[in-house]
């Protein structure tokens, strides 16, 4: 039997290790970016029918954009039918941590919670007491108890943890993890609870286009990885030939690429390693020049700046915009999204609102302020509450979009890369 996982809410990084863990892409569902038909066609596409299909929430479990929880996990749950495994904080409580369960329960009847997890436990005995406490109060089993970890499991920075791809003996924290969790979790009967739930009826093939295909690059490297699989797909469905090129090896862009996009990631880890590769950046600043579309989030943003300073250092970058970025040590911008189109730009009608997500600690110092494309109804976007930064062909903003919820984006920047000269 098989494992998939999906991660609710935007974010790249759990996703990463998601993936890791099963062997494949993790998928994120959010209903804000997607609605609650997409994010339920995007589950029923890449579920396991017969496996063990894991969404990972987001904060609490009834936490969402409001007062009354919209778009928490709790509504994603309903949406899709699934039931809930509570992972509970039983750090210096017993009793208490069967009354938050109870809470959980009677706020929303309908929801099935179908297990707890007790995490950070001091020992046997604590874990005894709590688990004869939830299941007395609540009926509700107790499926596992995770005891404290001496130190953190997987490994951190400024933006949380490391990616997969930049964690060094990741066959040993596999090991390590794996010690961790064995005989602590009763396996059995969460696939038992997975087994109950009806297989997601498969949604209807989506279309692809026919015909010569455009060539796109795409930075992708342990400093660019925040790439949604569905964008990728989603270029490619629209006509797209995807090229990944490294911005750490001594390489220009490879010849024949039409347009470019650059996803987010951690530039600021490896400004010395980007900055002494200027054959790359000499080629992103003569593509610009030269008007390839270029499609650029956050990193991408902080990459064609003309440089990012961070922790006394400043390093040179490809110099496509005119203004340098400074990393701080308090996000500038975290949490949803949403833009509308207002002005001309290379790629989106005027009047296109566009849903998304931003979690930075970069902001914009020195330099001119060029035009934007966008007005920001939410959200910190780049500056004077506008976001798009506009460079001739160059769209360079804060704000990650997720396909699935704008479906303009891939055929738009596939456009721009057949119209191209």
């Given at each position: 039997m098989g494992v998939r996982a999906f991660k609710k809410g935007p974010d790249y990084i759990d996703p990463a290790w998601l993936g890791w863990a099963c062997g494949r892409p993790a998928r994120n569902l959010d209903s804000f970016l997607m609605g609650f038909d997409g994010?339920?066609?995007?589950?029923?596409?890449?579920?396991d029918p017969v496996g063990l299909n894991l969404i990972e929430g987001n904060r609490g479990l009834y936490d969402g954009v409001d007062s009354r929880g919209t778009h928490s996990t709790a509504a994603l749950a309903r949406a899709l039918a699934a039931p809930v495994i509570l992972v509970v904080n039983a750090a210096k409580v017993t009793r208490t941590a069967a009354a938050s369960v109870l809470g959980c329960r009677m706020l929303?009847?309908?929801l099935r919670i179908a297990g707890v997890v007790l995490n950070r436990i001091a020992g046997e005995r604590h874990a005894a007491v709590l688990r004869e406490a939830i299941q007395e109060v609540c009926s509700i089993p107790v499926l596992g108890a995770l005891p404290r970890a001496g130190g953190a499991l997987l490994p951190t920075r400024h933006l949380g943890l490391v990616t997969p791809l930049e964690c060094a003996g990741i066959a040993e924290l596999e090991r390590e993890i794996v010690a961790f969790a064995e005989g602590r979790l009763d396996l059995e009967a969460i696939w038992n609870i997975a087994a109950g739930v009806p297989a997601p009826a498969s949604p209807a093939a989506a279309a692809v286009a026919r015909g010569v295909r455009v060539r796109i690059g795409y930075l992708r490297d342990r400093a660019f990885s925040f790439y949604y699989p569905e964008n990728l797909e989603a270029l490619e469905a629209a006509g797209a030939?995807?090229?990944?090129?490294?911005s750490l090896l001594p390489n220009a862009l490879p010849g024949g690429i039409r347009a470019l996009y650059i996803g987010g990631g951690f530039p600021e880890a490896h400004g010395a390693a980007l900055a002494a590769n200027t054959e790359l950046l000499g080629s992103l600043r003569a593509a610009a020049a030269a008007g390839m579309p270029i499609w650029a989030e956050c990193g991408g943003l902080m990459a064609l700046s003309q440089a990012i300073r961070w922790r006394g250092d400043r390093w040179a970058m490809a110099g496509v915009l005119p203004f340098e970025v400074e990393v701080l040590a308090r996000p500038q911008g975290h949490g949803y999204a949403v833009l509308r189109v207002d002005r001309p730009n290379p790629f989106l009608p005027e009047g296109t609102e566009l849903r998304g997500h931003e979690f930075h600690y970069s902001r914009i110092t020195e330099g001119q302020r060029p035009e934007t494309a966008c007005a920001v109804l939410r959200g910190a976007g780049c500056y004077h509450g506008r976001d798009g930064v506009i460079v001739?062909?160059?769209?360079?903003?804060?704000?990650?979009?997720h396909a699935t919820g704008a479906p303009q984006w891939a055929s738009a920047l596939v456009r721009a890369a057949r119209n191209w000269p």
């Open positions: 994010a339920a066609d995007s589950f029923a596409r890449h579920a929303d009847p309908e030939e995807l090229v990944p090129v490294s001739g062909n160059v769209w360079a903003g804060y704000t990650h979009l």
